[in-house]
């Protein structure tokens, strides 16, 4: 595997451990709170093929609360 692409896998399984760490009864909620910005910030491009050719992330409905 693509260290990008290890790099990318890891930060997504992190991600995902902590949403699963924040639904379990007495998590700490100060750590949720200062980690998840940071974790999230650092989420690295996704590798190439991740997409299929000419997917634009911008494109796609509007919903609520958005610009």
Same mark, same amino acid.
């Given at each position: 595997? /693509?260290?990008? /692409? ?11 451990? +902590?949403? $699963?760490?924040?639904?379990v $009864? ?6 949720? =709170?200062?980690?998840?910005?940071? +974790?999230?910030?650092?989420?690295? =491009? ?15 409905? =509007? ?5």
């Amino acid at each position: 595997m /693509c260290p990008d /692409c290890e790099d990318f896998a890891r930060t997504v399984l992190l991600l995902g451990q +902590l949403a $699963l760490y924040a639904d379990v $009864l007495g998590a700490d909620n100060g750590f949720i =709170e200062a980690v998840s910005p940071s +974790l999230a910030a650092s989420l690295p =491009e996704p590798p190439p093929g991740t997409f299929p050719p000419g997917y634009d992330p911008t494109d796609g409905p =509007e919903y609520p609360g958005g610009s």
